[in-house]
């Protein structure tokens, strides 16, 4: 099972990335994690891409294709995998799809999250997530049992740097001229299905499940 999640920020694709994986046990490559470890641990990848990530820009696309590129060639991608985050731009899609020949793999299924624009600006600024884990949470509709520490793992819990009100502006402009493409680049592949995700978890998670029935 070789798979895409394609959306907006906060359309919720790592929410759902994160379940979706858990239950079929195969990895979660989120390019948006991997830059952020590499920036919490000054990493050579992490210092060049840290100016980008703050303003809500791509970071470059040599860069994010070098990453997962390697990442796909580690052991336990041969069961598969789920790519949240990557491909964003046609570049990106046609360096993977170059990566996927010559390792002789294919993209089974894309997912489209579509959200309207109101939904993902509510999303994203009040988003919180585990210092330690990485689960998600939102201050509204999601809340830790105890305010701002992380119900799984009793870490604290933080606001990304890019998950403010202007930031998101950016990022929201950026995914549609960079990415929203890709919507047609895949349904031309035959291998886009898209769900609406302007729902609760749950709901949303039992559509992407049907997707493998
Ligand atoms: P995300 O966690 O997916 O929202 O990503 C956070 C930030 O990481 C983005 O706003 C970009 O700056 C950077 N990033 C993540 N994935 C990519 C990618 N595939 N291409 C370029 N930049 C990326």
């Given at each position: 099972m070789r798979l895409i999640f394609l959306g907006a920020p906060g359309a919720g694709k790592g929410t759902q990335a994160q379940k979706l994986c858990e239950k079929k046990e195969i990895p979660h490559i989120s390019t948006g994690d991997i830059l952020r470890e590499a920036v919490a641990n000054k990493t050579q990848v992490g210092l060049a891409a840290k100016s980008y990530m703050d303003q809500g820009k791509l970071v470059p696309?040599?860069?994010?294709?070098?990453?997962?590129?390697e990442r796909l060639q580690k052991p336990d991608c041969k069961k598969g995998f789920l790519l949240d985050g990557f491909p964003r731009s046609?570049?990106?899609?046609?360096?993977?799809d170059n990566k996927l020949?010559?390792?002789g793999l294919n993209i089974d299924k894309v997912i489209y999250f579509s959200v309207d624009e109101d939904e993902v600006v509510r999303r994203i600024t009040g988003r919180r997530i585990c210092s330690k884990c990485g689960e998600n949470y939102h201050i509204e509709?999601?809340?830790?049992?105890?305010?701002?520490?992380c119900d799984k793992c009793s870490s604290e819990l933080y606001q990304r740097n890019d998950d403010t009100a202007e930031t998101v502006k950016k990022r929201l402009d950026v995914f549609k001229k960079?990415?929203?493409?890709?919507?047609n680049y895949y349904?031309?592949?035959?291998?886009l299905t898209e769900i609406v995700a302007n729902k609760s978890i749950d709901e949303i998670f039992n559509e992407v499940i049907e997707v493998f029935l």
């Open positions: 696309d040599e860069v994010v294709v070098n990453i997962v590129s046609l570049k990106q899609a046609e360096e993977l020949d010559e390792l509709s999601l809340k830790p049992k105890k305010d701002g520490i960079e990415s929203m493409p890709l919507v349904k031309n592949k035959s291998l």
